[in-house]
Nanobody, 112 residues
Framework: QVKVVESGGGSVQPGGSLRLSCAVS????????MSWHRQAPGKAREMVAY????????GYSPAAQGRFTISGDFATDTLYLQMNNLRTEDTAEYFC?????WGQGTQVTVSS
């Protein structure tokens, strides 16, 4: 059974940081593409960052470039998204996708 579980969301002020985690089980962590996506109210879901675990290649949306870092831990099968210098427009539900499987999401709210 595949399980993808996000955590680490919360409320922060602009300029703050959060680290999201995505615990993965039941699917290979070692040779697949994993990604973080987000969906703000009234907007379409968009990809924020991806990580190809086999090659280590990463990619970021223009909004995330330079502020967010995606990484993975092979020892714990956990995907991370470190988010720094958060802005109000980063407010959204954040989702992890692993091999086509999705988690339930974790809410990030950035406000003063």
């Amino acid at each position: 059974q595949v399980k993808v579980v996000e955590s680490g969301g919360g409320s922060v002020q602009p300029g703050g940081s959060l680290r999201l985690s995505c615990a993965v089980s039941g699917v290979s962590f070692h040779t697949t593409t994993m990604s973080w996506h987000r969906q703000a109210p009234g907007k379409a879901r968009e990809m924020v960052a991806y990580w190809e675990s086999g090659s280590g290649a990463t990619g970021y949306s223009p909004a995330a470039q330079g502020r967010f870092t995606i990484s993975g831990d092979f020892a714990t099968d956990t995907l991370y998204l470190q988010m720094n210098n958060l802005r109000t427009e980063d407010t959204a539900e954040y989702f992890c996708s692993v091999g086509g499987h999705w988690g339930q999401g974790t809410q990030v709210t950035v406000s003063s």
